[in-house]
């Protein structure tokens, strides 16, 4: 699937309530539709929060690092 600000994205599942992506730059992560902007990422291993609107580079919150990280 194509995200407007994400790029491409790679969904595993079938199931639309909790989904499980892959991303270029984000490697895989998880959200759904009640958490996002808020997204589990596996490498690193991390709860992040993504500033809605922030593009060329996106931010993320990192909530392990408590630190800002731009992709």
Avoid: C
């Avoid at 892959?22 to 589990?40: A, C, E, K, V």
């Avoid at 922030?54 to 690092?65: K, L, Q, V």
Wanted: proline share 6%; glycine share 8%.
């Amino acid at each position: 699937i194509y995200h407007l600000n994400h790029g491409w994205l790679y969904p595993q599942g079938n199931n639309a309530a909790s989904v499980w992506f892959h991303g270029n730059d984000l490697g895989w992560f998880w959200t759904n539709s009640t958490q996002y902007p808020f997204l589990y990422r596996t490498n690193p291993a991390a709860w992040m929060w993504y500033q809605k609107g922030s593009a060329n580079p996106r931010w993320f919150y990192n909530f392990t690092s408590e630190s800002w990280q731009e992709l």
